[in-house]
Antibody, heavy 121, light 108 residues
Framework: QVQLVQSGAEVKKPGASLKVSCKAS????????IHWVRQAPGQGLEWMGT????????TYAQKFQGRVTMTSDTPTLTVYMDLSSLRSEDTAVYYC??????????????WGQGTLVTVSS | EIVLTQSPGTLSLSPGERATLSCRAS???????LAWYQQKPGQAPRLLIY???SRATGIPDRFSGSGSETDFTLTISRLEPEDFAVYYC?????????FGGGTKVEIK
């Protein structure tokens, strides 16, 4: 079955950078985009962007342009999300999620377990 | 950017009752590409409905979706104890992908 396993919780200081990993299994890694969605405490869901593991092409939400980088490593079936210049408002649970249809604009049929990131001085 | 507004914010119902959740878009959702997710505390969201009306694999038929263009509805015909959760709509017809603010279905 499809499984996405994310790296563990992180505590970061303002201004630092973050790298979260998402290891996929149970399907052909290059067939589906991986998206990143975050959820601030007690808040709703926010799409950050997506990476196509077949070729590494990325599309980012405008809000995160210049601060986020999403990459994929096919041999290890792992996708990474880097977020720089962290501020307190970046405190959230970060999810990776598999795109259902394979396009850039997509819905999400499998999700990672989430990675809690706390940004605090 | 398409803004999705969900209502009500909270729905207080008893098991066995019918739940009707609304999702209104600020502009027409392309090809009715509208999905619904369920999220329980401490868990990742789970896909329920896609393409406005199609149930995801393993989703019971008490969940149904309807609507078009800017007005969409998720109906739970008879609430089971495990259905009390937060529900989000999401549009994937336009970039950026956007979610509604959520409706919490709580036990009355």
């Amino acid at each position: 079955q499809v499984q996405l396993v994310q790296s563990g919780a992180e505590v970061k200081k303002p201004g630092a950078s973050l790298k979260v990993s998402c290891k996929a299994s149970g399907y052909t890694f290059t067939d589906n985009h991986i998206h990143w969605v975050r959820q601030a405490p007690g808040q709703g869901l926010e799409w950050m962007g997506t990476v196509n593991p077949s070729g590494g092409y990325t599309t980012y939400a405008q809000k995160f342009q210049g601060r986020v980088t999403m990459t994929s490593d096919t041999p290890t079936l792992t996708v990474y999300m880097d977020l720089s210049s962290l501020r307190s408002e970046d405190t959230a649970v970060y999810y990776c999620a598999r795109g259902f249809t394979g396009g850039i604009r997509d819905l999400f049929d499998s999700w990672g377990q989430g990675t809690l990131v706390t940004v605090s001085s | 950017e398409i803004v999705l507004t969900q209502s009500p914010g909270t729905l207080s119902l008893s098991p066995g009752e019918r739940a009707t959740l609304s999702c209104r878009a600020s502009q027409s959702v392309s090809s009715n590409y509208l999905a619904w997710y369920q999220q329980k505390p401490g868990q990742a969201p789970r896909l329920l409905i896609y393409g406005t009306v199609s149930r995801a694999t393993g989703i019971p038929d008490r969940f149904s979706g309807s609507g078009s263009e800017t007005d969409f509805t998720l109906t739970i015909s008879r609430l089971e104890p495990e259905d009390f959760a937060v529900y989000y709509c999401q549009q994937y017809g336009n970039s950026p992908l956007t979610f509604g603010g959520g409706t919490k279905v709580e036990i009355k």
